[in-house]
């Protein structure tokens, strides 16, 4: 809007070249109507209170106090209202300087301004002589003219609060907006790491322990040897697959299905051919569970079994599963651990801190203790029916 460069923006760059553009744009409105208004009214008549000579000097002087009006708008004003008493030309510069002040400061100070700025026109009518036209109408005049003046100084005011909010408000959105962003990397990071955790540590305790078997015993034979090496070489390959399915890396083939309850069998069978002594008892139907609940399972007992290889007393586990729809889902893996302490506790239990941020994403809750020579670790997930 063409008023607004009077006043620069305050979210704007305040250049020098922009502030000399204001500065000039506001001199040469306020000349350009105090002259029109001296021409016009009573200033260039016999009975006026100055010479219109000196009426245009002080409408000069009053121009070029302008200059200052962006640092000090309010000063400016006062100091200039009271010639609108004895000049017409200033009049141009009282009209600028009352814009100025209008989209700075608050509409009760800008009425008593206005209210000054009119009774000034009453005193130059008393001064003058011989004026050709009543009071009325230079009541009339800066009247009509000051209300324009501080009512678009007003509007400019509100103009500039909502761009401000506006641009505040846009600035919030997008730094919330990168905030989810940030979040959601977050939340995708953690749940590669829980997966990379859960895959590599099953896979690797399974490599270790054919590993470990070969190293104790003496004699293995060439049939031996080799079926370890296969269920080595079965292991690596199948950790490989997995840990591209989870970090989403193309092995020529489409992406494999995520594992879930019915692939628990597989789970427990795989760990009984590393040499594991497995007790399985499922009480849940593998087609009424949620893919998601069903995926959370299978990495618990996953969890439980890799726990159980790596920190048990002996290579053995029971796992239960029982509920149903409705109810809940109760996870329960068991395994024979030396002592009362959490064996998984004293090497870090990195998988039981996966295992229970999963829970509790999945709404749930998990425990696990040592007792009696044995480790428990039991979840219970919600099931909708």
Known sequence: MFFALLVPDPGS???????????????VLALFYGSVMMLLGDATSPGAALPWQADLALGLLCAAALTARRRHPLAVAVALLPFGAVSVTATGPIIVALFTVAIRRRPSLLLLLGAVNVGTGVVYFLLHDRPSSGIWMDLLVRSVITAAAVGWGLFVQAYRRLTTSLREHAARLEAEQQLREEQARLTERARIARE?????????????LHAGALEVRAGVSPEELSIAAGAIRGSAHEALEELRSVIGVPSGRPEPPQPGLADMSGLISSAREAGMT??????????????????????????????ARRHGSAPAASVVLAGGAGRALQITVINPCAGTNSAPSAHGGQGLLGIGERVALAGGRVTHRAERGEFRLEAELPWPA
């Open 278 to 307: 497995v007790d399985y008892d499922n009480g849940v139907p593998a087609d009424g569970l949620p893919a998601q609940l069903g995926r959370t399972a299978y990495r618990i007992v996953q969890e439980g079994l890799t726990n």
């Open 13 to 27: 760059g305040r250049s020098t070249a922009r502030d000399r553009v204001a500065d000039v744009t506001a001199i």
């Open 196 to 208: 990379m955790h859960d895959v590599l540590a099953h896979r690797m305790s399974l490599i270790s």
